[in-house]
Nanobody
């Protein structure tokens, strides 16, 4: 599975962005997809994940209620809708795929990673 994240950019605090993770490979619909982020000087952290069907999602406490993960298996794409953005959301955002359909939180569960897309939230 090859993944490509896009949709990052510069936005003011309180604004919104939608990230996309486009995947190649005919088995995309079998895998869970997660979003992670890495802020400058910090370790990469879990943001959200969605299982193969879209029926199960998990979120980090820091984004719960503001971010929504969804997927369109017909388009081989997972989305991360980010609302009410805060300066502390500034980071490079990565999407990743597990090799199973179940949504997973630990980074070690993800075997395929896309390149990141930078999100900058100004105060």
């Amino acid at each position: 599975v090859q993944l490509q994240a896009s949709g990052g950019g510069l936005v003011q605090a309180g604004g919104s962005l939608r990230l996309s993770c486009a995947a190649s490979g005919r088995t995309f619909s079998s895998y869970a997809i997660g979003w992670f982020r890495q802020a400058p000087g910090k370790e990469r952290e879990f943001v959200a994940t969605i299982n193969w069907s879209g029926g199960t999602t998990y979120y980090a406490d820091s984004v719960k209620g503001r971010f929504t993960i969804s997927r369109d298996n017909a388009k081989n794409t997972v989305y991360l809708q980010m609302n009410s953005l805060k300066p502390e959301d500034t980071a490079v955002y990565y999407c990743a795929s597990t090799l199973r359909g179940r949504a997973e939180v630990p980074e070690s569960s993800y075997g395929y990673w896309g390149q990141g897309t930078l999100v900058t939230v100004s105060s």
